[in-house]
């Protein structure tokens, strides 16, 4: 059974300051994908990391996959209150592209 | 715009009543899935259709039904819901080719249950 593990599962993060969640999966793939959830609503895509190696950027996440160490990490840079939301990473295992989440980490930004 | 959408937004329905989830795309996607998601939980495959072909995950309850009349409309049928089926129900859908099986996501049905 495929299992993935983020951390930590709350980030409470102050404005400007640097911060990293971690994504461990138990199987080889390489197919991983990070998105954000803002309360009451569906997910909203991030990133799709396809290859070991890749690195995704986009204003101030970036996501990197490391298909050997089965680990991804979602950086932030300079956390701003807008970034406030539950990001969960999913591993797609199987050929069909059924996603295993990750339990989901609360970010919450403050001052 | 939409590209996955799912009705209603919002369902409210009795303890036992059966109800329906509505699903539809306009990309032309060869897989379409259901996840439940309940609160400050993680979403989780309940099935997954390749055009016809239906899959039930294994821990998917017999109370939940699932039909899709063609690639674009799918549906959830929950035969007798309880108070542990109130959540979010997000449909997705992908292309399901080895090459590309990024899903796409709906904005949810969140439906309870009273």
């Known amino acids: 059974e495929l299992k993935v593990e983020q951390n930590p599962l709350f980030l409470s993060m102050q404005e400007g300051k640097n911060y990293t969640i971690y994504c461990n999966y138990s199987?080889?793939?390489?197919?991983l994908y990070w998105y954000r959830q803002d309360p009451g609503k569906s997910l909203e895509s991030l990133f799709v990391l396809l290859s070991n190696g890749a690195v995704k950027q986009e204003g101030r996440l970036m996501a990197s996959l490391d298909t050997k160490a089965r680990l991804s990490t979602l950086h932030i840079t300079a956390a701003v209150h807008d970034l406030s939301a539950t990001y969960f990473c999913a591993v797609a295992w199987d050929s069909w592209g059924k996603l295993q989440f990750g339990a989901g980490t609360q970010v919450v930004v403050t001052p | 715009d939409a590209m996955v959408i799912q009705n209603p937004r919002y369902q409210v329905t009795q303890f036992g009543k059966p109800v329906t989830l509505s699903c539809s795309q306009t990309?032309?996607?060869?897989?379409m899935y259901w996840y439940q998601q309940k609160s400050s939980q993680a979403p989780k495959l309940l099935f997954h259709y390749y055009d016809k072909d239906f899959n039930n995950e294994a821990d998917t309850p017999d109370n939940f039904q699932s039909r899709r009349p063609n690639t674009s409309f799918c549906f959830l049928d929950i035969r007798s819901p309880g108070l542990g089926d109130a959540a979010m129900y997000l449909c997705a859908t992908s292309r399901g080719t080895a090459q590309n099986t990024e899903a796409f996501f709906g904005q949810g049905t969140r439906l309870t249950v009273v």
């Open positions: 199987t080889t793939s390489d197919r």
């Open positions: 990309l032309n996607h060869n897989v």
